[in-house]
């Protein structure tokens, strides 16, 4: 993957982010090329070395095409709810929020969603269907190209009890 500056991107476990330039960086006597990314929902800097931005898992933004895929996931309510113990849960879910796929993070909402239609979440719930709310509205929202806030309302909709 070739990457410039000024392309919108995705980190991920961090969500959308947009490359500021590329800088070099000097450790152990060697010195690197790396992109500079500002995350867009918080302004935070991410550095990744521009010889392996594909292998840090640093992508593109899915296609308008491949949009329909994730609303398919969040919308499947035929898959069975997870019926492991919540540290085992944990473990997996964030396995899934680590590896920046689209469909993997829309997955851990969407099982956290339907739990939170049947209890309250625990905070370690809470803190983790927060995050992957967060990245799919970002990604979502810039793939298709509209404010996050619609988004949201979307995908509220979507996640409400019948």
Do not use: C
């Not at 969500?15 to 152990?28: F, L, N, P, S, T």
């Not at 396995?95 to 309250?120: C, F, H, M, Q, S």
């Amino acid at each position: 993957m070739t990457f410039q500056v000024g392309d919108r991107v995705v980190v991920p476990n961090y969500g959308v982010g947009k490359i500021r330039m590329v800088d070099a960086m000097h450790m152990e006597g060697r010195s690197y090329e790396v992109f500079v990314i500002d995350i867009l929902a918080n302004g935070m800097e991410y550095r990744a070395p521009v010889d392996q931005a594909g292998a840090n898992g640093l992508r593109e933004i899915i296609p308008l095409s491949a949009v329909e895929k994730v609303y398919e996931v969040l919308r499947d309510r035929d898959t069975p709810a997870d019926k492991q113990t919540w540290n085992r849960r944990y473990r997996e879910y964030t396995n899934k929020i680590k590896t920046g796929d689209p469909l993997e993070v829309a997955a851990v909402l969407r099982d956290l969603a339907r739990l939170k239609a049947e209890k309250t979440l625990s905070f370690g719930e809470k803190k983790m269907y927060d995050q992957a709310h967060s990245l799919i509205v970002q990604e979502l929202a810039a793939a298709k190209g509209v404010d996050e806030n619609a988004l949201k309302s979307e995908l509220e909709t979507l996640f409400a009890v019948p």
